[in-house]
């Protein structure tokens, strides 16, 4: 049951931290997840291939110069996404009241609240693989158009290469390499084929971001907004696309998604409009 959450912290003292502490989260998560499960935690980290979860850098920071200062009078946030039943369960326990401080890169963070509720929050949201593959399921109509927002840099890696732009087959590859890691029903392999050869760009606002890696060196991603439109009409592959796209407010998109890097959404802008 794939879960999107954010914590609303808090920091305890005012100073200067790293603009850059999605690495430092990710680790305060596999904390938190260590503390419940540390067999599941060391196999998080050790894996090497797709991860259950992704991690945001801290949402709110004032930046100069890499350099974001912080004040205990005003909140933060911090989003969390989790793939793995196990996981969700852990989460469940994660009650303010209930957790210590966040430590992130030495400085401490109270967590004042926890969001779930589109309602409250867009970028939060409880789901199940079955009800995001609906219309596979059901053989029901599908969108043809598919309007993605970019909040945090997303990039692929490609020969060993960043490739900062959102191409159809990078970005549905992602999700599909993902999903098929983690849910219990798998897509074919050619969805990634028909995003390549069906999908097209119709419209994007678009723009580059850099990022530093741990060892400093700028990463490049793209932020922005991009549609794909489907040139193609099949009812069963655009079902695919469609759970892919759903799925990418859990699964992130792209690479360094455990570190803040590849957070995306499906906006609903009324312009899906569904082929039988």
Same mark, same amino acid.
């Given at each position: 049951?794939?879960?999107?959450?954010?914590?609303?912290?808090?920091?305890?003292?005012?100073?200067?931290?790293?603009?850059?502490?999605?690495?430092?989260?990710?680790?305060?998560?596999?904390?938190?997840?260590?503390?419940?499960?540390?067999?599941?935690?060391?196999?998080?980290?050790?894996?090497?291939?797709?991860?259950?979860?992704?991690?945001?850098?801290?949402?709110?920071?004032?930046?100069?110069?890499?350099?974001?200062?912080?004040?205990?009078?005003?909140?933060?946030?911090?989003?969390?996404?989790?793939?793995?039943?196990?996981?969700?369960?852990?989460?469940?326990?994660?009650?303010?009241?209930?957790?210590?401080?966040?430590?992130?890169?030495? /400085?401490?963070? %109270?967590? &004042?609240? @926890?969001?779930?509720?589109?309602?409250?929050?867009?970028?939060? +949201?409880?789901? =199940? *693989?079955?009800?995001?593959?609906?219309?596979?399921?059901?053989?029901?109509?599908?969108?043809?158009?598919?309007?993605?927002?970019?909040?945090?840099?997303?990039?692929?890696?490609?020969?060993?290469?960043?490739?900062?732009?959102?191409?159809?087959?990078?970005?549905?590859?992602?999700?599909?390499?993902?999903?098929?890691?983690?849910?219990?029903?798998?897509?074919?392999?050619?969805?990634?084929?028909?995003?390549?050869?069906?999908?097209?760009?119709?419209?994007?606002? /678009?723009?580059? %971001?850099? &990022?530093? @890696?741990?060892?400093?060196?700028?990463?490049?991603?793209?932020? +922005?907004?991009? =549609? *794909?439109?489907?040139?193609?009409?099949?009812?069963?592959?655009?079902?695919?696309?469609?759970?892919?796209?759903?799925?990418?407010?859990?699964?992130?998109?792209?690479?360094?998604?455990?570190?803040?890097?590849?957070?995306?959404?499906?906006?609903?802008?009324?312009?899906?409009?569904?082929?039988?």
């Amino acid at each position: 049951m794939p879960v999107s959450l954010i914590f609303v912290i808090r920091p305890i003292e005012a100073t200067q931290t790293p603009a850059s502490l999605g690495r430092a989260a990710h680790a305060a998560v596999l904390r938190l997840i260590d503390a419940a499960d540390p067999t599941l935690a060391a196999q998080i980290h050790d894996d090497d291939g797709p991860k259950p979860l992704t991690v945001s850098n801290v949402i709110g920071l004032e930046v100069r110069h890499h350099i974001a200062h912080v004040h205990p009078d005003r909140r933060y946030r911090l989003r969390v996404t989790l793939l793995t039943p196990a996981l969700e369960a852990i989460a469940a326990t994660w009650r303010p009241d209930a957790l210590a401080p966040l430590d992130l890169d030495g /400085l401490l963070w %109270r967590v &004042e609240q @926890t969001i779930i509720n589109p309602a409250d929050d867009p970028w939060t +949201g409880i789901s =199940t *693989y079955e009800s995001l593959a609906s219309a596979v399921i059901n053989r029901s109509a599908a969108p043809v158009r598919w309007t993605f927002e970019f909040a945090t840099p997303v990039t692929f890696r490609q020969r060993g290469l960043n490739q900062p732009l959102p191409l159809p087959a990078l970005t549905f590859g992602s999700l599909l390499e993902r999903w098929n890691a983690f849910a219990p029903i798998a897509f074919p392999d050619e969805v990634r084929r028909f995003a390549e050869e069906c999908l097209a760009v119709s419209r994007f606002d /678009l723009r580059s %971001r850099s &990022e530093p @890696t741990k060892g400093g060196v700028p990463q490049i991603g793209a932020v +922005g907004r991009i =549609t *794909y439109a489907a040139v193609n009409r099949d009812r069963y592959w655009l079902a695919c696309i469609d759970a892919l796209a759903q799925f990418a407010l859990f699964s992130g998109i792209g690479a360094s998604t455990t570190r803040g890097y590849g957070q995306a959404r499906l906006l609903d802008e009324g312009a899906r409009p569904a082929v039988s």
